[in-house]
């Protein structure tokens, strides 16, 4: 069992920034990869970002120039940076990690006022 402790979310004006934090009570060393989703109320979750073994990234198109994965592997955290903040990103967003099985933290709300 894993779990992921997410933190960093809040309230926030467009226009701001945010950073994401989801500690794991694993290594994430040899992870296959940890990523972040979002749901907003209504909607379905969606991918946002995801930072794979190699380090490779990907992003959602809405958030490419705005939002960085990145992860400290010692800290077994892995961030996500939002910048540029509209409120359209306004959601729960939730941290995922895909050991052998994938697993899910509480989520952290993040609202953007306009």
């Known amino acids: 069992q894993v779990q992921l402790v997410e933190s960093g979310g809040g309230v926030v004006q467009a226009g701001g920034s945010l950073r994401l934090s989801c500690a794991a009570s694993r290594s994430i060393f040899s992870i296959n990869a940890m990523g972040w989703y979002r749901q907003a109320p209504g909607k379905q979750r969606d991918l946002v970002a995801i930072i794979t073994r190699s380090g490779s990234t990907n992003y959602a198109d809405s958030v490419k120039g705005r939002f960085t994965i990145s992860r400290d592997n010692a800290k077994r955290t892995v961030y996500l940076q939002m910048n540029s903040l509209k409120p359209e990103d306004t959601a729960v967003y939730y941290c995922?990690?895909?050991?052998?099985?994938?697993?899910w933290g509480q989520g952290t709300q993040v609202t953007v006022s306009s």
């Open positions: 995922a990690a895909d050991y052998t099985v994938r697993y």
